[in-house]
Each structure stands twice: as structure tokens, then as C-alpha cells.
């Protein structure tokens, strides 16, 4: 039986948090003297749910089931979402609740795309909103499956069965309060220490806290529409930038254990950490021979800091941008792509493949041509000292199916949808840009399930996305939704099973 009452109380617990926030977003209003309304309604709404929430599961105790965990994870996001738009609409910031729907998700499952054309004339503090909606929304994964489900009596392995945070989980301390505190002093420690670099490299103060926000949640949205580098045209940032996203990708259990333990090695013995810097190392390595000789004119240091910026930013699942990478040598488009799919570490705030799926199928791959070549062989599929059982390989191999279905399918729709011919008739170089192209819509819902933000032609960093119709933004938003929670969490409550009695 599904135990609604202690659903609604711990979902009002949570929508407790997201007043919270709203809170200091409000002093951020009062701070650049702009109406606070806006916020006054929302914090009022959210307090009212979650007492509300409190009422109805009074005397439930800590009875809860799976299949209670995994709604709580589903509806918890949807709710947040529908809340955070009421800023968005009440300042006129955008059109319409798709829209603001749309903007709200982006940020919640810190995806970075964008329906603002012109972030800034924003009010300063939905600026803020928007930067506080990815923080809150980066670490809420993590906080998920580490505290507030197994408070409740749900362990977080066996809740997501290997598919919230990756198909690996290393447990820090026994104890989920400590384990909590830890794995938050490290996102707040990184946030700070962000925050620090930027200002000491010339950045506002107001700039350097909505950028390391975004960053550490490997977000993206920024305070400003142009380009890092047409921006504050500042080397310094843009490398401290890079940095940041680079370590908001690691596993933050290993973050912790190597550096405020002090356990150094286990970042070079990490098999998902080499993937992870392999891969970074050898996109920007190719991305700057070719940004070399095609575009930059043999300025190395201009083609290696925008390389690596664009392949941390995409690969981390960011989706700042120091340039546009959709004009670069269309060679270099592939690996793009690639990134937009391959994502960074489990167990960080980033999105995409994740970095230990694709050493699970190299090894997977390598005991298949063994066993084709010696059939009475008996091996185990290894990542490093861990033997993966054959549990999360088939889990694997469900996921990649529903990975790349979910993709097409998306795709699909974006182009049975259309465009917004409202939004084209306002611009004046819109007449090409009356359908989807299919390359561009199959790169959209890549970059909504990845949470990447940017896609690839017209959706690139250059432009917003304001141009997708009203379903077009439902369905990206849902697409955003499923890959942050990484798929399962999602369809299974699509499936007949999950809502029989027995």
C-alpha cells in the first residue's frame, strides 16, 4: 500500500526548504530596493503547503515504503518547479507558464537552458532566484539519496537501485546525518572558495556569488547573456571558471576523503576519475590543434583556454560559455556531442552518461572478447578493485536503452510540436526558423535529458530557447526532469506494477 499521508508530510517537509530560500531571495530584493511581493506570495504559499502536508501526515511515524520513495523523488521536483515560477510570471520576467515552467525546471534540475533573451535587465534578485533554484537543485540529488529518503526508513541503494547518482555508491559513514554534513561541507566549501577566486580575479560581488553557485551545481544559467570572454575579457576568470566546474564534476566522496582526509592517492587510483580526465584531456588537446589552424590564427592560449573551457563545461554538464562552439570547424561537431552525452563523475551534481557507466561497458566489453575466445572461461566484470555484479550490468544496459529511447523519442516530439510562429513574426531573422531541424531537435533533447543546457545550430550558447513552443518547453522540462533523476525513478511510475496492491 502507498502510504499518501506520510507522502504528503515528507513533501511538505522539503517545500519547508524551498520557502526558506525564497526567504533570502527576498532580502536580495531588499537589498537593490525591487518589489518583494513576488516572493512575500510564494514563501506564503510554500509555508501553507507544507503545513498543510505536516497536518495531514500527523502521527505517520517513519513508515515508509519504496514505492512512497520513489514518488516523494518524482513529485518532489514537479512541485518545486510549479512554485518557482510564480517569480518568473509575477515579474513579467517571462511571457507565459510554459515558459516560466520551462525556466524554473532548467533550474531546479540544474540543466542551464534558457528561454530570457536579455538576462540583464532582470530584476537582480530572479537573477539571484535563478542562480539559487540550480544550487538548491545541484546538491538536492545527492541530499536525496544520502539523507531525507533514509531518514524516512528508505536506503538510498536499494531506493534507486544504482540510478540516482550512477550505478556505484560509496558509502562514507554509517551514519546518514554524518555523512550528510560531510558531503555538504564539500559543495559549500567549493561554492566559497569559487566565490573567493572570482572576486580576487576582478568579478562583483554580486557576479562571483550567482557564477559559483552555477558552477558548483554545474548549472550554467549566468547573471549576463554575453559570452564569459565578451563579458569580463579576463583569462584569469574564465581558468578559475574551468577549474571549478572540473572539481564540481568529481565524485564528492572522493572529494572528501582525498582532500579533507587527506588521502591524496585515491585520486589517482580512481578508475572513473581517469576516464573523466582522459576524456577532458583528450577533446581539448584536439579542439585546440584545430581552433589553431582554422580559427585562431595560431593563437595557442586563446584556442587552449576556450577548448578547455567549452569540453569542462559541456562534459560537467554546465553549459557556460566563453564562445560560440557551434561555429567552430565542423569536424570537432562529434565530439560535442559526445561530451553533451558522455558527463563527468557519479556522485556529483552533474548529468549525462557518467563516467563509471563507460568503464563498466569497456570491461563488460573486454570479458565478452575473452569469452569469445575462450568459452570455458570464468570471469567477473571488474572496475578497479570493485566486482560489478550482473544485477547493475543488465541495469546498465536498461538504462542506456531508455537513455537513447528517450532521446528519439523526444526528438520526435520537439518536431510534431514545432516552433513558436508568435515568437518568429517578433524577429527579424526568423523566416529560416519556421520547423525543427532534426539534428537540432535530436541535440535539444540530448542536452534536456543530459542537463547540459546548450544544444547544437540555433540552440546553441548564442541564442535562447525561447523559439520552442509552449509543448515543446513541457517536454523538454520533463526530459530535463527524467535525466536529473536518471530515468528509473520517473518511468517506473508509469508501469501497471508499481500501483498493484500486492
Not at 579542439?287 to 587552449?304: K, M, P, R, V, Y
Not at 553533451?340 to 565478452?368: D, H, Y
Request: glycine share 8%; hydrophobic share 50%; with cysteine.
Amino acid at each position: 500500500m502507498i502510504n499518501w499521508r506520510q507522502i504528503f508530510n515528507v513533501l511538505g517537509m522539503l517545500l519547508f526548504i524551498e520557502a526558506g530560500i525564497l526567504l533570502i531571495t527576498m532580502v536580495v530584493a531588499i537589498i537593490y530596493d525591487e518589489d518583494i511581493m513576488p516572493y512575500v506570495y510564494t514563501t506564503v504559499l510554500s509555508i501553507i503547503l507544507w503545513l498543510a502536508g505536516r497536518l495531514v501526515g500527523h502521527g505517520e511515524g517513519k513508515r515508509l515504503g519504496r514505492r512512497d520513495g520513489y514518488i516523494i523523488v518524482s513529485l518532489v521536483w514537479i512541485i518545486f518547479t510549479a512554485i518557482g515560477t510564480i517569480p518568473f510570471i509575477m515579474t513579467d520576467s517571462v511571457p507565459d507558464f510554459a515558459s516560466a515552467f520551462f525556466e524554473a525546471m532548467s533550474g531546479f534540475t540544474s540543466t542551464g537552458a534558457t528561454i530570457i533573451d536579455k538576462i540583464d535587465i532582470l530584476p537582480r534578485s530572479i537573477i539571484f532566484w535563478r542562480s539559487m533554484t540550480q544550487w538548491i537543485g545541484g546538491i538536492g540529488i545527492i541530499f536525496f539519496t544520502l539523507a531525507i529518503l533514509p531518514a524516512f526508513g528508505v536506503g538510498e541503494v536499494k531506493l534507486f537501485a544504482a540510478e540516482s547518482t550512477g550505478p556505484l555508491h560509496d558509502k562514507i559513514h554509517p551514519r546518514i546525518s554524518v555523512a550528510v554534513k560531510w558531503i555538504g561541507s564539500v559543495y559549500l566549501t567549493l561554492t566559497l572558495l569559487c566565490i573567493l577566486s572570482l572576486v580576487v580575479c576582478g568579478m562583483s560581488v554580486f557576479d562571483a556569488v550567482n557564477i559559483s553557485m552555477t558552477t558548483t551545481a554545474t548549472g550554467g544559467f549566468s547573471p549576463h547573456s554575453a559570452f564569459f570572454h565578451d563579458q569580463w575579457n579576463s583569462a584569469a576568470i574564465e581558468y578559475v571558471t574551468t577549474l571549478f566546474m572540473f572539481l564540481s564534476g568529481v565524485n564528492y566522496t572522493l572529494l572528501y576523503y582525498s582532500i579533507f582526509r587527506g588521502h591524496l592517492h585515491r585520486l589517482f587510483h580512481n578508475p572513473e576519475l581517469r576516464i573523466y580526465a582522459f576524456i577532458v584531456f583528450l577533446s581539448t588537446i584536439i579542439c585546440t590543434l584545430l581552433l589553431t589552424i582554422h580559427n585562431n590564427q595560431g593563437d595557442i592560449e586563446l584556442s587552449f583556454r576556450q577548448s578547455i573551457f567549452t569540453v569542462v563545461s559541456i562534459q560537467t554538464t554546465t553549459g557556460f560559455a566563453s564562445c560560440d562552439y557551434t561555429i567552430w570547424p565542423q569536424i570537432l561537431m562529434p565530439i560535442m556531442l559526445f561530451l553533451m552525452f558522455a558527463g563527468a563523475c557519479s556522485g556529483s551534481t552533474s548529468g549525462g552518461f557518467k563516467c563509471i557507466r563507460w568503464a563498466i561497458l569497456w570491461s563488460v566489453l573486454q570479458g565478452e572478447f575473452r569469452r569469445i575466445l575462450h568459452p570455458r572461461i570464468v570471469a567477473g566484470v571488474k572496475v578497479g578493485n570493485d566486482v560489478i555484479p550482473t544485477s547493475i550490468q543488465k541495469t546498465m544496459l536498461a538504462f542506456v536503452t531508455l537513455f537513447v529511447g528517450s532521446m528519439f523519442i523526444g526528438a520526435f516530439v520537439l518536431i510534431l510540436f514545432g516552433v513558436d510562429h508568435t515568437y518568429i513574426s517578433q524577429m527579424t531573422d526568423g523566416h529560416n526558423l519556421l520547423r525543427h531541424d532534426f539534428t537540432e531537435a535530436l541535440s535539444v533533447s540530448l542536452s534536456s535529458l543530459s542537463n547540459v543546457g546548450p544544444a547544437m545550430g540555433y540552440y546553441g550558447p548564442a541564442h535562447s530557447w525561447a523559439i520552442i513552443s509552449a509543448p515543446g518547453k513541457i517536454v523538454c522540462s520533463m526530459l530535463m526532469l527524467i535525466g536529473r533523476l536518471e530515468i528509473f525513478p520517473i518511468l517506473i511510475l508509469l508501469t501497471h506494477g508499481f500501483w498493484r496492491k500486492e
